[in-house]
T-cell receptor, first 115, second 112 residues
Framework: DGGITQSPKYLFRKEGQNVTLSCEQN?????MYWYRQDPGQGLRLIYY???????QKGDIAEGYSVSREKKESFPLTVTSAQKNPTAFYLC??????????????FGPGTRLTVL | GQQVMQIPQYQHVQEGEDFTTYCNSS?????IQWYKQRPGGHPVFLIQ?????EVKKQKRLTFQFGEAKKNSSLHITATQTTDVGTYFC????????????FGQGTTLQVKP
């Protein structure tokens, strides 16, 4: 059963703590992405990776970090430097981001609440 | 940088009425994609338009790509309660950097 998994669905953390959100895909996709979604707003790109061992900053990378050591995994760390981390985080993957017709498949998301 | 604007932000309709959301880009796009996110869910790919002036239909949904490849629209005929959700357009610029630029989305509410 192919797809993208994110865990956990809900996550609570105390202010000042780093937290890592997991994202795994078994679609054999080269590219992976992290988006942040706030209520009533669209999707804002945090980081993306076009290929394993490589990643680029998106539009709102400050306070976040990622790694891409394996093709199927793209974890996102929300650091204490992120001023307003409470949000819905969506991971996505796509077959080949260098193709103009490439489409993205999204995971179920993780809702992070920082108390 | 490239921006994709989407209007309206919210739309409430009576079941059976039509609905349209519009998407405008500040630059020419190589293609445009549409996604739907149900309440509490995640975005799901609906369709992609590539050619100038292209029109595609999926049952009651009609998607259009402008002649200049800078705007697009999604029209739903005779809405149903199952159409509820947020519809996003997403464009990729001609330079093809690998990034999709998402619009802010239009949230559709349908009153039965």
């Amino acid at each position: 059963d192919g797809g993208i998994t994110q865990s956990p669905k809900y996550l609570f953390r105390k202010e000042g703590q780093n937290v890592t959100l997991s994202c795994e895909q078994n679609l054999n996709h080269d590219a992976m992405y992290w988006y942040r979604q706030d209520p009533g707003q669209g999707l804002r790109l945090i980081y993306y990776s076009q290929i394993v061992n490589d990643f680029q900053k998106g539009d709102i990378a400050e306070g976040y970090s990622v790694s891409r050591e394996k093709k199927e995994s793209f974890p996102l760390t929300v650091t204490s430097a992120q001023k307003n981390p409470t949000a819905f985080y969506l991971c996505a993957s796509s077959e080949n981001s260098r193709q103009s017709t490439d489409t993205q498949y999204f995971g179920p998301g993780t809702r992070l609440t920082v108390l | 940088g490239q921006q994709v604007m989407q209007i309206p932000q919210y739309q409430h309709v009576q079941e059976g009425e039509d609905f349209t959301t519009y998407c405008n880009s500040s630059t020419t796009l190589s293609n445009i994609q549409w996604y739907k996110q149900r309440p509490g869910g995640h975005p799901v790919f609906l369709i992609q338009l590539v050619k100038s002036g292209e029109v595609k239909k999926q049952k009651r949904l009609t998607f259009q790509f402008g002649e200049a490849k800078k705007n697009s629209s999604l029209h739903i005929t005779a809405t149903q309660t199952t159409d509820v959700g947020t519809y996003f357009c997403a464009g990729r610029g001609s330079s093809n950097t690998g990034k999709l630029i998402f619009g802010q989305g239009t949230t559709l509410q349908v009153k039965p």
